[in-house]
């Protein structure tokens, strides 16, 4: 996020057969969600315990065009409610109290369910998003900030740090973009994946956990995650320029696999090397998550120009539900600019 080139669309994408794909099946177009302004990086939420789904992402505040967090909610009989401002840095709000960690932006959800106690008081939602160092340099250094909630619309920031800070001050991008689900150990447990580009440019991914979805530790307990077998434009790597993914675990065929969604296409200079197009990969199990190699199983849906910033449609847990369909959201756009991006849904079966 907010060096506008990093912002993430988490992305996760559904399964495929087990055995080995001679090649890979392709995304196909959906409708086109088109709202104002810049629209993208969206957390979508299948929510089996109301039948609602829930999408939270990064939008364009109309006011001060700071990026904030909206949300909207579509019920079983396909009626949506009003998109809404749900949360934006307590800089920007009159009255809030100052968070010393917490810049003028906030962006990249990922909303999970669980049960969590802060402040005397337990909660059933989680959300993970990226936010700026409060600085009015053009060093970015993202953090990872948390708050809870019982509705997915009012929101209680835990206020003490950011949970994910990996320290190191950069005019790249630093820390954040997460992805997280939840694991079944206990009812707090998340698990999470996030982007890190560091002081030299080096683009990277690492899982961390955490029992009680706050205390993920410093940079030692973080492993990083593998991008062997990933390509863009038929190049071994990841795209520099974006490297936001998607990423979620799925059962199929009573195998054990982690999905990801990335860019695997972009155009050249003339366009700042903008996102052309997003992959879906998978790995088996945890060894894959950390080792590769990741097979590709879907292709680019081309919905629009430019595809970025994907984010997958998940149960409320965080978890592939549909295999072996897979639906995913992105950013879409016919300008690269972000301000004129929407969200496009596409889906596809392997």
């Given at each position: 996020?907010?060096?506008?080139?990093?912002?993430?669309?988490?992305?996760?994408?559904?399964?495929?057969?087990?055995?080995?794909?001679?090649?890979?099946?392709?995304?196909?177009?959906?409708?086109?969600?088109?709202?104002?302004?810049?629209?993208?990086?969206?957390?979508?939420?299948?929510?089996?315990?109301?039948?609602?789904?829930?999408?939270?992402?990064?939008?364009?505040?109309?006011?001060?065009?700071?990026?904030?967090?909206?949300?909207?909610?579509?019920?079983?009989?396909?009626?949506?409610?009003?998109?809404?401002?749900?949360?934006?840095a307590n800089s920007t709000i009159s009255g809030a109290p100052?968070?010393?960690?917490?810049?003028?932006?906030?962006?990249?959800?990922?909303?999970?369910?669980?049960?969590?106690?802060?402040?005397?008081?337990?909660?059933?939602?989680?959300?993970?998003?990226?936010?700026?160092?409060?600085?009015?340099?053009?060093?970015?250094?993202?953090?990872?900030?948390?708050?809870?909630?019982?509705?997915?619309?009012?929101?209680?920031?835990?206020?003490?740090?950011?949970?994910?800070?990996?320290?190191?001050?950069?005019?790249?991008?630093?820390?954040?973009?997460?992805?997280?689900?939840?694991?079944?150990?206990?009812?707090?447990?998340?698990?999470?994946?996030?982007?890190?580009?560091?002081?030299?440019?080096?683009?990277?991914?690492?899982?961390?956990?955490?029992?009680?979805?706050?205390?993920?530790?410093?940079?030692?307990?973080?492993?990083?995650?593998?991008?062997?077998?990933?390509?863009?434009?038929?190049?071994?790597?990841?795209?520099?320029?974006?490297?936001?993914?998607?990423?979620?675990?799925?059962?199929?065929?009573?195998?054990?696999?982690?999905?990801?969604?990335?860019?695997?296409?972009?155009?050249?200079?003339?366009?700042?090397?903008?996102?052309?197009?997003?992959?879906?990969?998978?790995?088996?199990?945890?060894?894959?998550?950390?080792?590769?190699?990741?097979?590709?199983?879907?292709?680019?849906?081309?919905?629009?120009?430019?595809?970025?910033?994907?984010?997958?449609?998940?149960?409320?847990?965080?978890?592939?539900?549909?295999?072996?369909?897979?639906?995913?959201?992105?950013?879409?756009?016919?300008?690269?600019?972000?301000?004129?991006?929407?969200?496009?849904?596409?889906?596809?079966?392997?």
């Amino acid at each position: 996020m907010l060096s506008r080139s990093f912002a993430t669309f988490v992305v996760f994408a559904l399964a495929a057969a087990t055995a080995p794909h001679a090649s890979a099946g392709k995304l196909h177009n959906s409708p086109i969600i088109d709202l104002p302004g810049g629209e993208y990086s969206p957390s979508v939420m299948h929510d089996a315990l109301d039948n609602k789904t829930r999408i939270w992402w990064c939008a364009e505040n109309p006011v001060g065009l700071n990026e904030v967090i909206s949300y909207q909610e579509i019920g079983a009989n396909g009626s949506r409610t009003a998109p809404q401002i749900v949360l934006k840095a307590n800089s920007t709000i009159s009255g809030a109290p100052a968070l010393a960690w917490e810049g003028n932006r906030v962006c990249d959800p990922t909303v999970v369910r669980g049960s969590w106690v802060y402040g005397g008081t337990t909660y059933t939602f989680a959300m993970y998003y990226t936010t700026e160092k409060p600085s009015l340099t053009l060093v970015d250094s993202n953090r990872i900030g948390l708050a809870f909630s019982n509705d997915g619309i009012n929101w209680t920031k835990y206020a003490a740090a950011a949970v994910v800070d990996d320290g190191v001050s950069t005019p790249f991008y630093g820390t954040g973009a997460a992805v997280a689900w939840r694991a079944g150990s206990t009812a707090g447990h998340v698990r999470m994946v996030y982007l890190d580009v560091d002081i030299n440019g080096n683009t990277r991914h690492w899982y961390r956990e955490a029992l009680d979805g706050i205390n993920f530790g410093g940079p030692t307990a973080r492993t990083q995650v593998s991008h062997n077998g990933l390509s863009v434009n038929g190049v071994a790597g990841i795209s520099p320029w974006h490297p936001a993914i998607g990423i979620a675990p799925g059962i199929y065929q009573n195998g054990y696999y982690y999905y990801m969604a990335a860019v695997c296409e972009t155009y050249g200079a003339e366009y700042g090397y903008a996102a052309k197009g997003v992959c879906v990969y998978r790995t088996a199990g945890d060894y894959g998550l950390f080792n590769g190699p990741w097979e590709k199983v879907l292709d680019p849906a081309h919905s629009r120009p430019f595809e970025n910033q994907p984010g997958i449609h998940t149960d409320q847990w965080g978890a592939i539900a549909t295999l072996p369909r897979i639906s995913v959201s992105t950013g879409c756009s016919d300008d690269p600019y972000p301000g004129f991006w929407g969200m496009c849904v596409t889906d596809g079966t392997q």
